[in-house]
């Protein structure tokens, strides 16, 4: 079974109001879900602008999501005093750049690349300009087939290689 008996952490969920007033899922994204961001700048945009249309219409507040978010990935990190999370991302080039940096951002974490992290027997680190830093928890926006080029494409070089033995070593 999955580390602390969670199978899905997060997911994207579209929905839609069909023309008959139900709802429908139009689509679940379990591997990385992405455009939340673009509804939380959305949101400050409408309070800002429209703050009348906003507030009347009773929308549920989602301004937590960041901390939630952080809050549910360091949830699975292993027993150590003070967890350290990042949030990998394929670069500046990636579609949804904005959402891994705006997201790093909000909760207060690490955006890196694949060649910003390393394995050493098992456990993975961040270089930096203090010297390796142990991460445990890694919020991927990465597709699977990216992630270890030891393991999956071995041309990835967006990837980090020895990841999914780390992960496998817990």
């Not at 008996?5 to 839609?16: A, P, S």
């Not at 008959?20 to 139009?26: E, I, K, P, Q, W």
């Not at 990190?77 to 990636?94: E, K, Q, R």
């Not at 890694?138 to 990837?159: A, K, N, T, V, W």
Request: hydrophobic share 35%; glycine share 8%.
């Amino acid at each position: 079974s999955p580390r602390c008996g969670v199978w899905t952490h997060v997911t994207g969920t579209d929905l839609i109001r069909h023309s008959d007033g139900r709802m429908y899922v139009l689509e679940d994204n379990l591997r990385c879900p992405s455009g939340v961001s673009y509804v939380l700048e959305n949101r400050e945009l409408m309070k800002r602008v429209l703050p009348e249309v906003f507030y009347g219409s009773a929308i549920a507040p989602i301004d937590d999501y960041p901390e939630r978010l952080l809050q549910t990935l360091l949830e699975t990190a292993p027993p150590v005093d003070s967890p350290v999370a990042v949030v990998l991302t394929p670069g500046v080039y990636n579609s949804a750049y904005f959402e891994h940096s705006f997201l790093a951002q909000q909760m207060g974490v690490e955006l890196v690349t694949g060649s910003d992290l390393f394995v050493d027997v098992n456990t993975v680190y961040m270089k930096t300009t203090r010297g390796p830093k142990r991460v445990d928890v890694i919020y991927r926006r990465l597709d699977d087939d990216f992630l270890d080029p030891e393991c999956f494409r071995r041309d990835s070089m967006l990837g980090v290689p020895g990841l999914m033995r780390a992960c496998r070593a817990g």
